[in-house]
Nanobody, 124 residues
């Protein structure tokens, strides 16, 4: 069992930046591929970014490509999402998730463990 705790959400003006963090419990963090997702009110949860076990591979939704950077520190059991040039329509609860991955690859689906989420509000 892995427990994930997100932090770093808050209120930011359009065009601003936030850095989200996700801390994982356990000693096997480096075996997990990690992902970030978000869910806006009245909408389905959507993929934002993913990073492989080693951090060597990343993937982004087209909507955030060029504005967001996902990274991880396996020594600290933490994954990050740096978000720049935020837009009001990106107001959502942001979740991190992990997947026990056999390969050092990135994934958009089939995540096994999820955090509780952190709220991001972008004002216009």
């Amino acid at each position: 069992q892995v427990q994930l705790v997100e932090s770093g959400g808050g209120l930011v003006q359009a065009g601003g930046s936030l850095r989200l963090s996700c801390a994982a419990s356990g000693r096997t963090f480096s075996r997990y591929a990690m992902g970030w997702f978000r869910q806006a009110p009245g909408k389905e949860r959507e993929f934002v970014a993913a990073i492989s076990r080693s951090g060597g591979r990343t993937s982004y939704a087209d909507s955030v490509k060029g504005r967001c950077t996902v990274s991880r520190d396996n020594a600290k059991n933490t994954v990050y999402l740096q978000m720049n040039s935020l837009k009001p329509e990106e107001t959502a609860v942001y979740y991190c998730a992990c997947k026990d991955a056999a390969y050092d690859d990135v994934y958009r689906y089939e995540y096994q463990y999820w955090g509780q989420g952190t709220q991001v509000r972008v004002s216009s």
